[in-house]
């Protein structure tokens, strides 16, 4: 065995009892291993190479046609009391759920190689980064944690060090949707996914580790593991703020982490230093500070465009792996609204039929390093993280929530956080479009009940000396033809900026029950196409579309039973009576 930390051989070994592989590779994550990687793929069919003059090093994988999301309904906390996963999670008995999938396991691996992943989540040697293992039969899987995270040697020789370390085990298994499943067992930091190669089902170091199984460290150990991009904003004077913002699924995190500022904006920088996950601890001074555990992107591609996206467009033409994009005659990936081209050959590898459906699948995404992001922060490596100034929730809203607003005070935030709805997106399968509550964008993704999450949120109050201020935003408020009010994307920096001048009491804003927004003045909207009639509609808060949505915040907050914190009930009372007065 290639590790002189026993529990690791001892475990690798009882796997492979188990599993019956031909070939044990333990990954020592070079560039050399990658190549060979892509190189197997490419031979099995599991990779096809794109056009390598346009997209050097691009490849494209076409997955199952039935494996294309993550599966919420498949997805289960298995704490030993169900009360403790919460009302938010599938549970199944400890016991149950893993000798279920050790029988889907028996023999899975035959002819096939067990590939050892020790991965980093974090920059190497932070205080903050965590270790884990995945043993998968995937190349694809070993491909994409090599860009994703910060895999091989290093990450060995760290959980050598220190004995300790979160064990995932995957197993593409037969992909049949009825023999999947993606299991945690918080208690026993250990992680068991059967029968997906897809993203976040099969990808543990991300959704599974650095959300779910994390979550449930952080609340235990006093820090937060969220589903937030982080991102710089850098003024003209050269002051830079930090801002860590949750978003579903499919809401806007990459675009707004890679955001190229608008025309008028001279001076302004944005980088990047997180898209989707963000571990944020208080430091000695009681400051909130964030890091990014991962290493690399793994985005929706349609919608990805030269001006909606120039950062993320130039990131990946090239060296990137896509998944499920269709192919132009050029042999270039092509998917929805990306300005050129034309689809020749759909995400499922047959001749497009518009008939049929979207070129692209509509969860198609990306893998790439972040190194390949122009806007990449040289601080995402920094051990101790960046200072976060404001927080932001947001959800994809056609109705009822204002472009922006900020909350009153620490509690109140947090209660603006458990009221996040969405609209149901491609990322995960199920219907799409449905306003369904997602608290702190956090509902497929919290190892432990929704109650204790925001319990652990209100008591930073205590324990912070200076908290970031709260904000919720809406990029997606329709007119009555379905048209979106606000032009988004780049021009998010305008809100941006009123978050920040409110952060540095720079700026006014008028008193609502909902929060504080901003005087329609202060809304910078030069050289847009955005009246002030239609600036007043994003603005605007509909009282008896309101009293609607705080029953059914009511009615959800109940739900949790007595895990929910008084002071959060409190707090909806006060906006209650508020609208009331
Ligand atoms: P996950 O990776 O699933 O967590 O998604 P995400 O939150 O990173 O979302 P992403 O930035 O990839 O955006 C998802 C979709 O929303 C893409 O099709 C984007 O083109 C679209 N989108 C992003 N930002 C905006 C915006 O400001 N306005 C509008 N109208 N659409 C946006
Ligand atoms: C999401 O669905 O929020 C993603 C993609 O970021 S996945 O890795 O599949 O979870
Ligand atoms: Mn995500």
């Known amino acids: 065995m290639n590790t002189r930390l026993k529990a690791l051989s001892d475990w690798v070994a009882e796997v492979a009892k188990l599993t019956q592989p ?51 309904h498949l997805t289960y906390v298995c704490t030993s009391r169900q009360e403790d996963a919460g009302p938010n ?17 028996a023999g899975c691996m035959k002819g096939r190689t067990l ?17 884990g293992v995945e043993l998968t ?17 290093p990450a060995l020789e760290h959980i050598e060090q220190t004995g300790s370390f979160i064990k995932g085990l995957h197993s593409v298994g037969e992909l049949d949707p009825d023999r999947r499943f993606i299991m945690h067992f918080p208690e026993e930091l250990t992680i068991m996914s059967y029968g997906s190669g897809y993203g976040g089902n099969a990808l543990l170091g991300k959704k599974c580790h650095a959300l779910r199984i994390a979550s449930y460290q952080a609340r235990t150990e006093g820090w937060l593991a969220e589903h937030m991009l982080i991102v710089g904003i850098e003024s003209p004077e050269g002051e830079t703020s930090y801002l860590a913002c949750a978003f579903p699924s499919a809401c806007g995190k990459t675009n707004l982490a890679m955001l190229i500022p608008p025309e008028h904006y001279k001076g302004w920088k944005v980088w990047t230093l997180g898209d989707d996950i963000a571990w944020m ?10 890091v990014n555990p991962e290493a690399g992107y793994f985005g929706v591609v349609p919608g990805t465009n030269r001006k909606t996206n120039p950062n993320a467009f130039d990131t990946i033409t090239h060296d990137t792996i896509f998944t499920n994009v269709a192919v132009t005659a050029d042999n270039d990936p092509w998917w929805e609204d990306k300005d050129g081209g034309e689809p020749v050959i759909d995400w499922r590898g047959r001749p497009f039929d518009a008939k049929k459906g979207p070129a692209a699948h509509p969860n198609s995404r990306f893998t790439v390093t972040a190194k390949n992001n122009p806007s990449y922060s040289s601080l995402a490596e920094a051990p101790e993280g960046v200072p976060i100034s404001a927080l ?42 449905v306003v369904r509550r997602d608290p702190m964008a956090m509902k497929p993704f919290c190892g432990y009940n929704f109650g204790d999450y925001w319990q652990h949120w209100l ?17 997606f408020r329709r007119d009555a033809d379905g048209n979106f009010l606000w032009p988004g994307f780049g021009e998010n920096l305008r809100v941006l900026k009123w978050i920040i001048d409110r952060c540095e009491q720079r700026v006014d804003a008028v008193e609502q029950p909902i929060g504080y927004l901003p ?36 009615e959800y907050l109940q739900s949790f039973g007595s895990r929910v914190p008084e002071q959060l009930l409190a707090e909806h009372g006060k906006v209650k009576a508020a609208f009331a007065d």
Request: net charge negative; proline share 5%.
């Open 392 to 433: 932001v929730f947001g959800g994809r809203r056609r109705e009822l929530a204002p472009l922006v607003y900020q909350a009153k005070s620490w509690a109140h935030g947090v209660l603006v956080g458990a009221s996040v709805a969405s609209e149901t997106t491609a990322a995960a399968t199920g219907k799409v479009g």
């Open 519 to 554: 005087k329609p003045a202060d809304i910078d909207v030069e050289g847009l196409d955005v009246s002030p009639d239609t600036l007043a509609q994003l603005l605007a808060v509909d009282v008896s579309q309101w009293s609607e949505e705080l029953a059914h915040i009511d």
């Open 281 to 290: 601890h208080l430091d000695d001074e009681g400051q909130l500070r964030a």
């Open 22 to 72: 031909e070939r044990i590779h333990w990954c020592d994550g070079s560039e050399s291993e990658y190549q060979t990687f892509v190189a197997e793929m490419l031979e099995s069919g599991d990779l096809i190479e794109l056009n390598q003059d346009n997209y050097p090093g691009c490849y494209l994988h076409r997955s199952d046609p039935n494996d294309v999301a993550r599966v919420e």
């Open 115 to 131: 590939y050892v992943i020790p991965y980093c989540m974090g920059p190497l040697g932070s205080p903050f980064a965590r270790y």
């Open 459 to 475: 008591s930073f109050e205590e324990r912070a000396a200076k908290l970031p201020e709260i904000f919720h935003v809406n990029w």
């Open 89 to 105: 999670n599938n549970w199944m008995a400890p016991a149950q759920a893993k000798q279920m999938m050790l029988d889907f396991y």
């Open 137 to 153: 039969d995937s190349t694809y899987v070993a491909a994409n944690m090599y860009l994703m995270t910060r895999m091989g040697k």
